[in-house]
């Protein structure tokens, strides 16, 4: 198991950056690839990006592709979400999470949880 913990949110306006930080803790971290999903009030939690355990072939929804990028540090045992161009429609709870399957983009794919960071974008 992966013990996850989210932090780097905040309320922006929109045009603005905010990067978000995931540690984990536990098992290998290296073994996993990580993802980040995000949940807006009355929706379904929805994939955002993904990268492999080495930091290569990551990929996104087609509704964050170009603004959001996302990186790990196998040494620090950290995965990043540098979130570009906000929009309101950004306006979401981001959760990171650790998975064993390749290029996993739904929520069952995924093992471990944090506990997630509130984005909040204005227009």
């Known amino acids: 198991q992966v013990q996850l913990v989210e932090s780097g949110g905040g309320s922006v306006q929109a045009g603005r950056s905010l990067r978000l930080s995931c540690a984990a803790s536990g098992r290998t971290f290296s073994g996993y690839r990580m993802g980040w999903f995000r949940q807006a009030p009355g929706k379904e939690r929805e994939f955002v990006a993904a990268?492999?355990?080495?930091?290569?072939?990551?990929f996104y929804a087609d509704s964050v592709k170009g603004r959001f990028t996302i990186s790990r540090d196998n040494a620090k045992n950290t995965v990043d979400l540098q979130m570009n161009s906000l929009k309101p429609e950004d306006t979401a709870a981001y959760y990171c999470?650790?998975?064993?399957?390749?290029?996993?983009?739904?929520?069952?794919?995924?093992?471990?949880w944090g506990q997630g960071t509130q984005v909040t974008v204005s227009s």
């Open positions: 990268i492999n355990w080495g930091g290569g072939n990551p």
């Open positions: 999470a650790a998975t064993l399957y390749l290029r996993a983009v739904r929520t069952t794919e995924y093992t471990d």
